[in-house]
């Protein structure tokens, strides 16, 4: 590695590549192979992710990765918002279908016709059901691996319930389970939005995303999740029996992590000129054991490694490197591979009783008595994820910054960094000629307002057209 992570860009190509994460060569433009180093750490957050959406009362299903066409075109904002980019399934085998279908681009259309023939009265609600898949959008800005593309690893839970209070709180649920994932297992820091009207998904009442910053200082939307009112649910005929005996339409609700992407958006804020860096519950090798070998000796070396090693992975993900290679070059390859913790044993280390361990995000060093090496490595892995978290926190908060004018606006962003507070006319869809006004002057956007803070400007004017401003709404540089 060795690339300064200020060259944000080149760095995260060159890990990519170096640390085997992706496979670029894949003869699809869009679509790269996702290689075992980062799959079995995206597994693990999956595993991670859906223990957190199952204490919630989440129930796991399989859907069909193909829609018909009468599906997606059911409900017309939807549709409007999804066709550009939807892929078509026109043939099979020598045939045209007379039906055409679609690779899901996410599945409201092929889950709610089933809703309704699920659900039938109260007892049936709140019905909490999510998945596990890829979804295929057809992308066409530039494509960046695991970040934007045309295939997307996910989990998309859609929630049905019998009143807007469900819905809300379904939102404040879906807020407390990003905060507990993405901030306090991954260490990944982020702002919860509402994003403007002009901006939502297609096809909800109200949109709700929580943003990231990556190192270049672009954002980069994580979870969204969306109050979908009783659009949809009146669409696809999606209706309880209420007590008074009247068929009413539900109230839905999605949330969708994208875990490539939030994968993606780990290892670029945690890692650093020598690689990857991972929390330690994420980390495919929790400890590497470096022999350190000498002509003599060499024997009794390898055979106290062995057991060591045998011990450690009781408790750990643990690696012996007995490689040809010298232990420099293990170092190197170990680092850029996100080993949280280096453990060496040499000669002279098995005379003192003592090995070397060495902590992967500070590289900091010390001397350990053998028989407490599977203690004190749980301590650096417990005291590693704290420090992650503290030093992207700390750096997030550097991010945010504020503008009254224009000409601040403008000076905040001067080095294209961070999200600016702004006071803003509306966050209605009258707003978006503001907007666009904005963009076109900063190349900025807005990404909406806090939902995690209650923020209301007084006295202030919109920052672009002058009219008092009824919002706070915060602009970025987006990927
Ligand atoms: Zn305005």
Redesign the pocket.
């Known amino acids: 590695m060795d690339i300064p992570k200020e060259n944000f860009s080149e760095w995260y190509n060159t890990l990519i590549k170096e640390a085997e994460l992706c496979d670029l060569r894949y003869n699809l433009k869009g679509f790269v192979v996702i290689m075992p180093n980062a799959a079995d750490v995206i597994s693990r957050m999956y595993r991670l992710y859906e223990d957190a959406l199952e204490a919630r009362g989440h129930r796991k299903s399989y859907f069909p990765a193909l829609i018909s066409e009468k599906n997606l075109e059911a409900e017309k904002d939807h549709v409007e918002g999804f066709a550009p980019e939807v892929f078509w399934v026109t043939r099979a085998g020598k045939n045209e279908l007379e039906e055409k279908m679609i690779l899901r681009p996410t599945s409201e259309t092929a889950m709610y016709p089933m809703y309704s023939l699920w659900i039938n009265g109260k007892c049936d609600l709140p019905l909490k059901v999510y998945q596990s898949c890829q979804v295929w959008r057809y992308e066409t800005k530039a494509t960046r691996p695991l970040i934007r593309g045309r295939e997307f690893y996910w989990i998309e839970a859609h929630n049905v319930f019998d009143s807007e209070e469900g819905v809300l709180s379904q939102v404040q649920e879906d807020m407390e389970t990003t905060e507990e994932m993405i901030h306090q297992s991954f260490g990944v820091p982020f702002l919860f939005f509402r994003r403007p009207q002009w901006d939502k998904f297609a096809g909800a009442v109200d949109t709700y995303a929580a943003d990231t910053m990556m190192p270049d200082g672009k954002t980069l939307q994580l979870p969204s999740t969306h109050n979908l009112g009783t659009n949809f649910a009146k669409v696809f005929n999606v209706k309880y029996m209420d007590d008074d005996g009247e068929e009413k339409p539900c109230w839905q609700t999605c949330y969708g992590p994208c875990i490539s992407r939030i994968f993606a958006a780990i290892v670029s804020i945690h890692g650093d000129s020598r690689g990857m860096v991972l929390p330690f519950h994420l980390a495919n090798v929790q400890a590497v054991v470096i022999p350190i070998l000498r002509k003599e000796g060499s024997e009794t070396v390898i055979r106290f490694v062995q057991e060591v090693t045998e011990k450690l992975a009781k408790n750990y993900r643990v690696v012996a490197d007995f490689s040809e290679n010298t232990p420099g070059f293990k170092y190197n390859h170990w680092e850029l591979n996100g080993a949280a913790v280096r453990v060496e044993i040499g000669a002279r280390d098995i005379e003192s009783g003592k090995a070397v361990v060495v902590r992967r995000d500070t590289g900091e060093k010390e001397s350990v008595p053998f028989e407490e090496l599977p203690k004190k490595i749980g301590e650096i892995g417990k005291e590693m994820n704290a420090s992650l978290r503290e030093k992207a926190d700390e750096w997030f908060a550097t991010m945010l910054k504020e503008a009254d004018t224009m000409e601040e606006l403008k000076s905040a962003l001067e080095n294209g960094e961070g999200f600016v507070r702004i006071p ?2 509306t966050d209605s869809l009258e ?1 978006e000629g ?1 907007a666009e006004k904005l963009k076109e002057e900063c190349s900025a956007n807005v990404r909406g307002s806090r939902h995690d803070a209650n923020e209301k400007p007084s006295g202030k004017k ?1 920052i ?2 002058g ?1 008092e401003a009824s919002t706070y709404q915060y602009a970025a540089r987006q990927y």
Do not use: D, N, Y
């Open positions: 803003f006319c707003g503001c919109c672009v057209c009219k």
